[in-house]
């Protein structure tokens, strides 16, 4: 459909909704279209627990279909990079993705999905709903006519899949990783030669030697992708996406419309996916982990300390850079990192001893 006749749509289908009188009623229906950055079949992301279909299920049904959404993933109603700028328009009301993925409209999104060494699933979720991190994202994403959601986690992603384990920091030099998002400029500065592809596009890439290695989620998604076969090292250690988020925006406007019960149900709806979907990667996780190296010949290892320091090192650089570029950047870096510090002081009491007697039996 051409982007024309999506505006066009779009304005049909919201004249039902301007005409009714200004104050809803209970029996007032939408009809909106989530597109997404995911095919329409994408495991986690797509279908199953926790994933953008079983948010529009959850919100149908609690509706009693007073929210009826129909789902578009990648490339079916737009690209798969065009629903930001689709939801800011108002073409769409509703899409599916990460928020770093607008890195490029503003840095400040990358907080909002994953920083390297930063938040866990429990730290992130803490400075989301507790910690001012949702009131700053729907303060930065105001400007471009979104409200956005939390609303799924993979926890903690591995570093990849490489053909040769890395042993030290010069090994990265020339390699050639498809890797995205900041890690992806972290890497650039020890000399990989950094490439974006789709998940579709890596396992080819990889197996004709047109990329050396690759990240892409976790087990249980990587194994479906095949990677196993093609690259036997599985460094484990998650510097860089330590909980990744996944992101629901809806349309300014369209959002406005929504009487109170109705705003109420996508809220629970979302949060309601985002601890579901995580609790399916662990499950899922754990047993392809259990596999990959039983089972398929993989040797999954962390990375040496030294490389991680690096790796710190220059994560410390990036931040730094973006932050003293831009003053929306810097106020939700300070948020950021200040929970962050916080959060660590009460894991250092909680969280690690437990790890740490977990390690010794």
Known sequence: MQRRNLIAAATAGGAGVLAAPAVATAQTTFNWRMTSFYGPQAAFYSAGPGSAKDLIDRIQKMSNNRIRIQFFGAGELIPAAEGFDAVSSGIVEMNYANAYFWTGKTFAAQYFTAVPFGLNYQGLNGWMYDGGGLDLWREVYD?????????????????????????????????????????????????????????????????????????????????????????????????????????????????????????????????????????????????????????????????????????????????????????????????YMAYKQKYEAWASYSEVPYHNKIRQG
């Open 143 to 335: 400007r471009f006519n979104l409200v956005p959601f939390l609303c799924g986690n993979t926890g903690v992603q591995m570093t990849g899949w490489f053909r040769r384990p890395i042993e030290k920091v010069e090994d990265f030099r020339g390699l050639k990783m498809r890797i995205p998002g900041l890690a992806g400029r972290v890497y650039q500065r020890l000399g990989v030669d950094v490439r974006l592809l789709p998940g579709g596009e890596i396992f080819p890439a990889l197996e004709r030697g047109v990329i050396d290695a690759a990240e892409f989620v976790g087990p249980y998604l990587d194994r479906q992708l095949g990677l196993q076969r093609v690259a036997k090292f599985y460094h484990t250690t998650g510097w860089h996406e330590t909980a990744t988020a996944s992101e629901l925006i809806i349309n300014k406007a369209a959002w406005a419309r929504l009487p109170a019960d109705l705003k109420a149900i996508v809220e629970n709806a979302v949060a309601a996916c985002n601890v579901i979907s995580e609790a399916w990667c662990q499950k899922n996780n754990a047993e392809a982990m259990d596999d990959l190296v039983k089972n398929q010949g993989v040797t999954a290892l962390p990375l040496p300390d030294e490389v991680v320091a690096r790796l710190r090192t220059e994560t410390n650089a990036v931040l730094e850079e973006a932050v003293a570029r831009d003053a929306v950047t810097r106020r939700v870096h300070e948020s």
